[in-house]
């Protein structure tokens, strides 16, 4: 029965993910019959080519998704280094469920009316600076693309330390900064000397997860990247959204185009891997020290902690918005409050929930049970069968989700399940999956196999070791990738209203389209409610085995960031 | 890699298995209803659920279409559930992907709010019911002598196709307290900038607030406007568009942000009035900026106005896909849509805000007094504020400004 889960899975992967490329390819080349496409032709390309702007719009997306990631890893790489088994390590921990639950859109919009020319530090200047008007300078929207890239980097840090927590154990890094320590390295090039080359490999998929997602980011790069040009992705939404239907085949060819950036830019990141690696084995071996490191430490700390910062407070405003009177430049706060909208949304708010929930709870077992099964598959065959297949899994990660949804949308309606939970349910799968896969598969992978052994050889039957052995031992890598799951399916927005045709309406479809408006108060009440059932889910995944294991040293080690 | 073959192979065949096995199109057919028969349609439409696809990001938009649903329930027994949407577009898209897998029958979209070019593309591409709107009872109440888009989007004839629901006129606005003297035309706009650089934009083409802003200032500089009404294929269109490139080319270094970067909507421009970044703003409904004030996004002391010369107008409407599964119930609540109550409630900027499309002089006295009565709101323009409402120009125009302004202002670095 095992042995077909991986078979299963790829199967629930393949035919929404081949439907989604074809609905794409076919239409970028001139084949959508519904509009008349019927003849082959590259004249959607020709139309694209011919666009304003079109390089500049692929500059920004490949240049600011790898400069976003880059910075992220580097930030979490220098922090985990310097402050590992501290007490400041164990505080970031805390504040990372919370910021992890912040949609992208709102902790953009908050960051935005954070550091706007007309937000909120430009209020507390404004103060003393006697200002009446906000100055007129692009800090967000910047031609460059650094809000844009300040945004990514704030909401990337928290999934990547995630990650990284969920790989330390494996690594036995605290015997190894013992040894770095004794032989006279300061923390980080100990660490980076040591440690980074076991823990990296864990985190990679992750890494080019963020990297995938940085260089096709659609709402943080509305809400705060630049418009003339705007990114690619962006551009990409505006042709879909077009009413002159034609411009659908250039917009699928443009999504074709999307997809070679993003390889473009992970062969870019990994031909940086290769070099980072020939030149760090060098570094590693020249038993340079480092042992004055301080500043560096702070440093990271600094730069961590802002990042968490921006995020809090943007959010803790969102909040104060929420219930905001009139609120104008120069103010620093609201001239009245009122619960109106919170009142308003009150009762709806409960159902809005319960169809989420509908969605997300079956969603987030088969995604768990699938991946759960394939590892397992995987740790008792000798050979790997299907493990190559299992790319496929990430597939719809490198593509821009819009693109995927016309096909999708065909495809469901073909077999004849749209608008059923089922189908909801499999479109949320195609996203869901990859999240999961990548968060479990490393923690799991990287399991002492040893554990396994001696209770087979104890008899054991391989069950047993599965249910009483190794899945009690990943407890918490388990209930990291179900909240990572849960944050994903909530946030689900297109496949929701487009497969289930309106007919679920869940807080994010609510949320989006209210965000419509503009209005921030609507904005900030959704944000908050988006992030209740994620908050949820990560706060379980650090209770739930801290709770569980509470008598058990051993367990906590394991478990243990 | 022969094993990590077969698993793949397997996949394959298991998925495409799955899929053939149940290939069954979730057919009902809905028998087009006889509009010319009212009261077969209410018998059809009884029991049926409308999925009207609409914008959803206005509370207050969203409690009318709420109301009117439960009206229609009681009256007709027809359920309706807004199925809320942040763009048109997505609609649309439904529909196009009903029609590419072959569902001509039993498709989700049972209703649209829809105007202009979304409605030119879809009657072009055939996506549309109909006709049905000319045989429903309310019609007969419909302003078409003095509203002559009610029947005429963007130039594009409706032919029954969809369903007048509401007026939209521009008008700008702007904060009292801060501005003493507001510029009422294109040229008196240019002045006031010079002398207030950075303080007004437009949202960026081809959002269609943006659209609109170069439309407006393209009728007011050419020499003859009935010029736009025709294709722009059919005339000498460089010539024609010449002004308004002449025009731009003063405006752009003094926009906000020196034109390098523009608000993505008309609701974020309505925020940078809000956040004083910009002094000037306009919407497509002035009613809107009396809700906009009563949800504390504008300060109470902002007010509407409009062009000396006149401003563009247009209606708005709602139409059914041709492939809907609940034609009649779709039918029977856009009737209702146009009846004088549900239009009073939508004029009623307690409720929403926007201007009807009856005329007057056709509703029963009682109904005459109750929109006479009507308090607008106190940054809603009254019907004599208006001034001239300038037809929109053909869609085609529309299409040639913005590829155009793309070439010119889209790419600034």
Same mark, same amino acid.
């Not at chain 1, 190894?176 to 980076?192: H, N, S």
């Not at chain 1, 989420?356 to 699938?370: D, E, K, Q, S, Y």
């Not at chain 2, 709420?66 to 009206?71: I, K, L, N, S, V």
């Given at each position: ?117 007309? =937000? ?39 999934? #990547? ?25 300061? %923390? ?75 390889? =473009? ?40 902690? #802002? ?242 294991? %509470?008598? %058990? ?9 | ?47 049926? $659920?409308?999925? !009207? @696809?609409? !914008? ?23 359920? /309706? ?50 006709? !049905? ?27 029954? +196709? &969809? ?85 731009? &080319? ?51 002391? /902002?007010?509407?106005? /409009? ?50 499309? +009856?005329?007057?002089?056709? +509703? ?23 001034? $001239?409402?300038?037809?929109?120009? @053909? ?12 070439? @010119? ?5």
């Amino acid at each position: 029965m095992l042995r077909f889960v991986p078979i299963i899975t790829i199967a629930f992967m393949i035919g929404p993910v081949s439907a989604g490329l074809i609905g794409t390819l076919l239409p970028a080349f001139g084949i959508l019959p519904a509009l008349g496409g019927i003849e082959p032709g590259l004249d959607p390309w020709i139309a694209l080519f011919d666009q304003p702007g079109l390089w500049q719009s692929v500059r920004l997306s490949l240049v600011n998704g790898l400069v976003a990631s880059f910075i992220s890893v580097a930030i979490v790489m220098l922090f985990c280094a310097a402050w590992q088994g501290t007490a400041v390590f164990r505080a970031m921990q805390r504040i990372l469920s919370p910021i992890l639950s912040v949609p992208h859109a709102t902790a953009a919009f908050g960051l935005a009316f954070l550091i706007a020319p007309s =937000g909120w530090i430009a209020r507390l200047v404004a103060q003393f600076a006697g200002w009446e008007r906000p100055p007129d300078i692009a800090i967000i929207h910047d031609p460059w693309g650094l809000a844009m890239i300040a945004g990514l980097v704030a909401k990337e840090i928290p999934f #990547l330390f995630l990650m990284t927590l969920a790989a330390l154990p494996q690594a036995d890094t605290e015997r190894t900064a013992q040894i770095t320590a004794t032989l006279g390295y300061g %923390r980080i090039a100990g660490w980076f000397k040591a440690t980074l080359p076991r823990i990296y490999p864990q985190i990679r998929l992750p890494v080019l997860a963020v990297l995938a997602y940085s260089t096709s980011v659609v709402d943080v790069a509305i809400i705060l990247g630049p418009t003339t040009p705007a990114p690619l992705a962006v551009r990409i939404l505006g042709w879909l959204s077009d009413p002159d239907l034609g411009l659908r085949f250039m917009a699928s060819s443009a999504a074709i185009l999307q997809l070679l950036v993003v390889v =473009g830019a992970i062969a870019i990141w990994i031909a940086g891997e290769r070099i980072v690696a020939v030149l760090g084995y060098g570094w590693a071996q020249n038993g340079w020290r480092f042992a004055r490191d301080g500043g560096l430490r702070s440093g990271s700390a600094i730069l961590a902690g #802002l990042a968490a910062g921006a995020v809090i407070l943007g959010l803790v405003i969102l909040l104060v918005w929420s219930i905001a009177g009139f609120w104008g430049f120069p103010d620093i706060l609201p001239r009245g409050f009122s619960l109106r909208l919170w009142m308003r949304e009150y009762d709806a708010i409960g159902r809005h929930l319960g169809a989420t929930l509908l969605i997300a709870i079956p969603t987030v077992m088969i995604a768990i049970a699938l991946v759960l099964g394939c590892l397992e598959q995987e740790t008792r065959s000798t050979h790997k069968p299907g493990r190559g297949a299992m790319w496929l899994v990430y597939l719809p990660l490198l593509v821009p989700q819009i693109s995927f949804m016309f096909g999708l949308q065909v495809f469901f309606t073909l077999i004849g399940l749209e608008r059923t939970l089922i189908s909801v349910v499999v479109a949320h799968l195609v996203f869901v999956l990859p999240y999961v896969f990548l968060s479990l598969s490393d923690p799991f992978r990287a399991l002492d196999p040893r554990y396994g052994q001696t209770a087979l050889c104890h008899g054991a039957s391989p069950a047993r070791v599965f249910w009483q052995v190794r899945l009690p031992l990943l407890t918490r890598a388990v209930m990291t990738a179900t909240a990572v799951g849960l944050a994903v399916t909530v946030g689900q927005y297109l496949p929701t209203l487009l497969i289930g045709a309106g007919r679920f309406a869940t807080v994010t479809t609510e949320a989006v389209a209210l965000a419509s408006g503009g209005d921030r108060r609507m904005i900030g009440i959704y944000g908050l409610l988006q992030m209740v059932l994620p908050f949820a889910g990560f706060a379980c995944a650090l209770l739930i085995p801290a709770i569980l294991f %509470r008598h %058990r040293r051993g367990m906590d080690a394991q478990n243990r960031g | 890699m022969r094993l990590r073959m077969r698993a793949f192979v397997s996949a394959l065949a298991l998925a495409t298995g799955i899929a053939t096995a149940s290939v069954s199109v979730p057919a009902f057919a809905d028998p087009a209803p006889d509009v010319g028969n009212w009261q077969s349609v209410l018998d059809q439409a009884r029991g049926q $659920t409308v999925y !009207w @696809h609409a !914008w959803g990001g206005e509370p207050r938009i969203n409690d009318y279409i709420a109301w009117a649903g439960d009206q229609v329930f009681e009256r007709y027994g027809v359920k /309706v559930v807004q199925v809320k949407l942040t763009d048109t577009a997505d609609a649309v898209t439904k529909v196009l992907s009903e029609k590419t897998a072959g569902v001509n029958d039993g498709g989700a979209v049972d209703m649209i709010w829809i105007n202009g070019e979304n409605f030119a593309a879809m009657k072009r591409n055939e996506l549309l019911f109909g006709p !049905w709107v000319e045989d429903t009872p309310n019609f007969d109440y419909v302003d078409v002598k003095g509203k002559p888009t009610v029947v005429n989007d963007f130039t594009v004839p409706t032919d029954g +196709l &969809e369903a007048p629901w509401g007026m939209a006129q521009v008008s700008f606005y702007y904060d009292t307290a801060k501005l003493d003297s507001v510029p009422k035309s294109a040229q008196g706009l240019l002045e006031w900038l010079v002398k207030n650089p950075g303080r007004f934009t437009y949202p960026q083409p081809p959002n269609y607030m943006g659209s609109t802003f170069l439309k407006q200032i393209l009728t007011e500089l050419v020499k003859d406007p009935k010029v736009l009404q025709q294709p722009a294929d059919e005339v000498d269109a460089k010539a024609v568009l010449e002004p308004l490139w002449g025009y731009l &080319e003063d405006l752009q270094p003094l926009l906000w942000r020196n034109g390098q970067a523009y608000p993505q909507n008309g609701a974020a421009m309505r925020t940078l009035l809000g956040d004083n970044e910009v002094d000037i703003a306009f919407s497509f409904s002035s009613g809107e900026v009396s809700s906009a004030i009563e949800a504390f996004e504008l300060p109470d002391t /902002v007010r509407s106005y /409009v062009f000396d010369n006149g401003t563009l107008g247009n209606t708005n409407f709602v139409a059914i896909p041709y492939n809907a599964s609940a034609k009649a119930g779709a039918v029977v609540l856009g009737d209702f849509l146009m009846s004088p109550e549900a239009q009073l409630r939508k004029q009623d900027p307690q409720y929403w805000g926007a201007d009807t499309v +009856l005329a007057m002089d056709k +509703l029963p006295a009682d109904m005459q007094e109750a929109f006479a009565n009507l308090d607008l709101g106190i940054a809603s323009l009254a019907p004599a504020e208006r001034g $001239t409402v300038l037809p929109e120009p @053909h869609p085609s125009w529309m299409e040639l400004v913005e590829t155009e302004w793309q070439k @010119h202002y889209g790419v600034v670095q």
